[in-house]
């Protein structure tokens, strides 16, 4: 334990697992003190190096409060350190973390993120996407449901939650009968808009943003993608987040009074960069951050007051992301899409991805065989 920082991070995993593992990676480099709470005895954090780190195991997988303050108060038991920070690392998460703010700061838990209603106006689609249109930044055009409209298109949720309580992801749509039936499947058509579907090349803008208006910036090119819309499977670093758009992104956070860690996905067609999503948390892909070395997380932890010592060293910019299990997955469903590359370019390319397969390391070589992830 680093008897030097003046705090811990409590880490719930389960969810969002790649990202979450990336991050225990960093917080390991560092030496920075973390305990972990394990969704279920059947949690893959089990099979890693980062076990020892685990204190509580959830009674419930859902998130109920009452058992989520419970697993707390095992760590504490644990812990030397009377203050805490809770990793913001999954949606459903955050935005329980949000709504119950007020008494995980009653223990002395931190959770390092916006007010409530910041973060719903950047992570809900349909608002950010207004957010955006506000600050010049193009959105996918929105279209109305009709059988002579141009497919295939994107049917997304208005809000995270539904009037029914319930999550939905994007849906791709590629006919009128598709989306008839998917009507047929939801109570409430106006929970949902349609966007017209935007090919072309697949970015991420990552940045984290200090309380003080610090802004550390990194961007990623996508290649390989699941089938509709879902995990990035194979990435490699860009330049885009020195761009006009990025600054585009960079006015319209700090403006709003942002701050903490964002993703936000770009696609690049017909000469423009249309906005699809912005994650106000850890995405999927974030090792590639840790083996640039681009030091997103390093400034979050800065920004919380840990005690580091950077060093100035240029990104890697060599490294690349490649998610083997998710790969394969994908492959057996056929369901699988290229950006800026073909199939046959990124399986020329297939060795230097592997030797940075997100789980083939020292410390995941359990999970490395490829299996299905939450």
């Known amino acids: 334990m680093n008897n030097s920082q003046h705090a ?21 480099t560092w030496r920075i003190p973390f305990f972990i709470v394990a969704l279920s005895e059947q949690d893959q954090i089990f099979q890693t190096s ?11 997988e859902s998130l109920v409060q009452e058992d989520l303050v419970d697993q707390i108060n095992k760590v504490k038991e644990k812990s030397e350190y009377k203050l805490h ?11 329980h973390l949000l709504i119950h703010r007020k008494q995980f700061e009653d223990i002395n838990c931190i959770i390092p993120l916006v007010d409530e209603d910041l973060y719903t106006r950047i992570s809900d689609k349909y608002s950010f996407g207004s957010l955006c249109e506000k600050y010049g930044v193009d959105v996918p055009s929105e279209k109305t449901a009709n059988p002579n409209m141009h497919f295939p298109v994107i049917i997304k949720p208005k809000k995270y939650l539904g009037s029914e309580g319930k999550t939905y992801s994007p849906r791709f749509i590629n006919n009128f009968g598709e989306l008839e039936k ?35 910036s990194f961007s990623q090119q996508n290649l390989v993608q699941q089938g509709g819309g879902k995990s990035i499977v194979a990435a490699i670093p860009s330049s ?19 701050f903490g860690l964002i993703m936000i996905e770009v696609r690049w067609f017909q000469n423009k960069y249309y906005m699809i999503e912005a994650n106000p948390r850890l995405w999927g892909p974030s090792q590639l951050l840790v083996d640039c070395k681009a030091g997103l997380f390093e400034a979050m932890l800065l920004d919380l007051g840990f005690d580091l010592q950077l060093e100035q060293d240029e990104n890697n910019m060599s490294a690349r992301y490649f998610w ?11 369901s699988i899409d ?24 020292k410390d995941t070589l359990s999970i490395a065989i490829p299996q299905k992830e939450i």
Not at 198 to 206: E, K
């Open 8 to 28: 811990a991070f409590i880490v719930f995993s389960g969810f969002n697992q790649r990202a979450v593992i990336a991050f225990c990676r960093m917080l390991t």
């Open 50 to 60: 980062y076990r020892e780190q685990v204190v509580a195991i959830r009674s419930k």
């Open 85 to 95: 920070y809770i990793l913001p690392s999954s949606e459903a998460l955050n935005r």
């Open 182 to 216: 998917f009507f047929q499947e939801v109570n409430s058509r106006d929970d949902f808009y349609i966007q017209s579907f935007v090919p072309g090349d697949s970015y991420y803008l990552m940045y984290y943003i200090s309380r003080g208006g610090y802004i550390r």
């Open 240 to 258: 885009l987040h020195n761009m006009e758009i990025s600054h585009l992104f960079e006015k319209l956070l700090k403006q709003e009074g942002f």
């Open 324 to 334: 083997l299990g998710g790969f394969l997955d994908a492959l057996a469903h056929q």
């Open 338 to 361: 290229f950006h800026g590359t073909t199939p046959e370019q990124f399986l020329f390319s297939m060795n230097e991805f592997i030797n940075n397969e997100v789980y083939l390391r």
